[in-house]
């Protein structure tokens, strides 16, 4: 009996016949190339040994763990959550207000906006005049629906660098004067961003204006661009922007 249970096992049409398996086997390979890309080596062991549930747990506490507070609107480069104990010994012993600044961006990542802003602003306390903190600090108020407040961080910024974080402050400010009413101003300044960058996220949010403005044409235009754009991205550019991409989708179906 036990002969036939292995042969069974190594038999490719028993696997076949089983889909539960394949589809569980092919879940666990996913999760363990995902926890080995992100260097979660105790999850990759956990995983690589917990047949199914250990790669079910690592799906809902880590692959899916930045809330969607966040989702669409990132900051500029990576990073990684194993520098968050890096940066707090950093802070601990040297006390620099960049490390406070980089452990915010670290917390705005993952989403957890009330820990971001405190970094924020001590590093504000240390360094007033630090202009990645004061734009990252203006989108942290952003997320968390305070445009009022982010306005002067985000204005100062761009008015110092209007190519700040690669057009992201540019996007942020355009956000925060649409969330405050003042379409007209941030009609002006999305222009200015997809003069320069071909953004989903700055593109679909024109796209709404246009609309909201009866242009539909120009709105149409912006939208097929995200579309056509995102059909030849690479994939992880796709992932990306797959929240605009949506949108885009979305407004498409309203313009026919």
Known sequence: MLATLVANLVSFDYWLSNPWWVA????????????????????????FIG????????????YRAAPSATRG?????????????????????????????????????????VKAEG??????????GDIDTRAHLGQCLLRQKR?????????G?????????????QMALAETLTALGETDSALALWKQVTESHSYPRAKVQLAELYLARNQPDLARAEVKEVLTDDAHGPAY???????WVRRAKGLMSQLG
């Open 24 to 47: 569980v086997s092919l879940f666990q390979l996913w999760m363990l190339i995902d926890a080995i890309r992100r260097r979660e080596w105790i999850w990759a062991v956990f995983i």
């Open 51 to 62: 047949w199914g549930f250990s790669a079910l747990f690592y799906y809902f506490a880590v």
């Open 73 to 113: 609107f990132e900051l500029p480069g990576a990073f990684d959550r194993h520098r968050i104990k890096q940066l707090e010994a950093q802070i601990h012993y040297l006390d620099k207000a960049h490390h406070h600044s980089q452990l915010g961006d670290i917390f705005f990542q993952q989403g957890k906006l």
């Open 119 to 128: 970094c924020y602003r001590a590093a504000l306390e240390r360094d007033a």
């Open 147 to 155: 445009p009022a407040e982010a306005r002067p961080l985000l204005e």
């Open 157 to 169: 910024v761009v008015a110092e660098n209007s190519k700040h974080d690669y057009g992201y402050s």
């Open 237 to 243: 550019q796709r992932k990306r922007d797959r929240v």
